[in-house]
């Protein structure tokens, strides 16, 4: 059964990569949102956001897969595939020119999801981008040094994806730390 699910997810991976790995990490970023919930908030089942859930999956789907699945491809194009230099210089380039934008844009488009208006969004970012930027540093260097070195350029997405869904659940909680406060702050 597992070797049937594997041929069928490389099937479709080498058909419709950009749909396939959106899909996936629309699904393990909605998954990272639900233990951010379940875990750390201790939300009870009856009390999950399913909008907030819809609203990292969107992310995943339309601007975290399809914006991995071009960055890997523009790094092998234009820096190379093998060697430790090259791996090297990816993972400078993911972590000193991708992750600081890419992470500005999420937090943007999260909070335009999330019905805030633009000086709302501004003291998110001011309030939270640099701490998310610093832990993001913490984990993600180790993590595309393996990826970049030993994992396909067909499978990384998904291997960052995976790892991710902790990345993910920290995310949603960092994203969503001050809806939480107001909430606490609103209730009688």
């Known amino acids: 059964m597992a070797a049937r699910l594997r041929d069928l997810y490389g099937r479709l991976l080498q058909r419709h990569p950009v749909i396939v790995q959106s899909v996936q990490a629309g699904a393990l970023m909605g998954v990272g949102d639900l233990l951010a919930q379940t875990a750390v908030e201790r939300k009870r089942p009856s009390e999950i956001d399913l909008p907030r859930v819809g ?6 789907l339309c601007l975290v897969g399809p914006g991995l699945r071009l960055w890997y491809g523009a790094l092998d194009r234009y820096v190379g595939s093998r060697g430790a ?6 993972v400078a380039l993911d972590q ?7 992470l500005g844009n999420f937090l943007v488009v999260l909070g335009a999801m999330q019905g805030r208006n633009w000086s709302q969004i501004k003291l998110k970012m001011k309030e939270e981008y640099s701490d998310i930027l610093f832990n993001n540093w913490k984990l993600w260097p180790a993590a595309q040094l393996v990826n970049f070195y ?6 990384q997405v998904l291997f960052v994806q995976t790892i991710a869904i902790f990345w993910n659940t920290y995310l949603a909680w960092k994203a969503n730390s001050s809806t939480i406060s107001e909430e606490k702050e609103a209730a009688p």
């Open 55 to 60: 609203r990292f999956f969107g992310i995943g």
């Open 150 to 155: 030993f994992i396909p350029l067909h499978h």
């Open 85 to 90: 230099r090259i791996v090297i210089r990816k």
């Open 96 to 102: 000193g020119v991708f992750a600081p934008i890419f």
